[in-house]
């Protein structure tokens, strides 16, 4: 078992799953909009007034996430109004939880401010706070010295 650590000049990088992944989630509207999805937000309004990123802008970023496949648009009418959408989380949108989860939990700690983290989150059963951990399929935490990179069926290997 050889990490690809050890010859990073024998593979290439052009076939990058967080490459792909920045394509999609990278700016910082998009993860906003999808951190807000994740906290219940749906309708578009509520997301330009939360978000803070003007009308034009927040319909290319929530067109870009529906394209992606991250959310969906499902029409709704009120009394007396036209038909309006809102969105709605997919699968592929809910799972990125633990990732802004993880990206909440790196903010509380290298970029909060004096007050501390805005947000507490919270196991609704226990009432401990919820972090992101690296587990094996096995259960083990894993650290960062711990993670060998081996080749996937992806790898691109370099001539």
Excluded at 32 to 61: N, Q, Y
Excluded at 113 to 135: I, M, S, Y
Excluded at 138 to 143: R, T
Aim: hydrophobic share 40%; with cysteine.
């Amino acid at each position: 078992m050889q990490d690809l650590r050890d010859d990073r000049e024998a593979w290439s990088m052009t076939n990058c799953s967080i490459a792909r992944a920045m394509d999609i989630v990278g700016s910082r509207s998009a993860m906003l909009i999808m951190r807000d999805a994740l906290l219940g937000t749906r309708r578009f309004d509520d997301f330009v007034r939360r978000v803070g990123i003007g009308e034009p802008a927040m319909a290319a970023r929530l067109r870009e996430l529906v394209g992606a496949g991250l959310l969906e648009r499902t029409p709704y009418r009120e009394q007396g109004q036209r038909t309006r959408y809102e969105y709605q989380l997919t699968r592929k949108g809910r799972e990125l939880l633990p990732v802004i989860t993880a990206l909440r939990q790196w903010g509380d700690t290298w970029a909060a401010d004096e007050a501390g983290p805005p947000v507490l989150a919270t196991h609704r059963d226990c009432g401990c706070r919820v972090r992101t951990v690296l587990r094996c399929k096995q259960g083990h935490e894993v650290d960062h010295g711990d993670i060998a990179l081996l080749a996937g069926p992806g790898l691109i290997a370099r001539d």
